[in-house]
């Protein structure tokens, strides 16, 4: 995804099918949205006309892509105001993947987690990251172990016009 200093973004992508890149603009209006799937295939669907990915991943299971897209539109959609970084933090831990993903194929079930996440601020030309540690204790609620995170990294941009 690129962004510019005013919000507009687009999304880059490679199709490995047909060798081409594609570019889907963002919308100035609201946050850009990307999970896992390609957007220039589905940028012009509606979220609640998504696919279900039963295919491979189990409708609703935390790893679904299309799923996640949805729940990061909704949170958007119902936001009222300017975005806080708590805000977007919460956002991203909405769709944090912390799973086993087991399908047909795999020698054994697959680990799936969200390895690292992004939060930009285009006013203060920042980007701050943050990455996967480990798993770390149980959680009683949902019977998985927690994602252990490093705390956020700042880049920073100089202004260029000095």
């Known amino acids: 995804m690129v962004y510019d200093s005013t919000g507009r973004s687009t999304i880059v992508e490679w199709n490995k099918d047909d060798g081409n890149l ?10 850009s949205i990307m999970t896992n799937h390609p957007m220039f295939i589905y940028s012009k669907v509606a ?11 189990p409708y609703n299971h935390p790893y679904d892509t299309f799923n996640r897209y ?13 975005f806080s970084e708590e805000d977007a933090a919460n956002a991203i831990s909405s769709v944090a993947v912390n799973s086993i993903l087991e399908f047909q194929g795999a020698l054994r079930p697959l680990p799936m987690t969200t390895l690292y996440n992004v939060i930009l601020d285009l006013t203060d030309k920042s980007l701050k ?15 998985e172990s ?8 700042t880049f920073k941009m100089n202004d260029s016009n000095q």
């Open 146 to 153: 927690t994602l252990v995170f490093s705390p956020y990294v």
């Open 70 to 82: 949805r729940t990061l539109y909704n949170f958007t959609s119902s936001h009222q105001g300017k």
């Open 47 to 57: 979220p609640q006309d998504l696919p279900i990915e039963a295919t491979m991943i």
């Open 129 to 143: 990251v943050k990455r996967f540690l480990k798993s770390g204790p149980m959680d009683n609620a949902t019977n």
């Open 22 to 31: 594609y570019f889907t603009d963002g919308n100035t209006s609201r946050p």
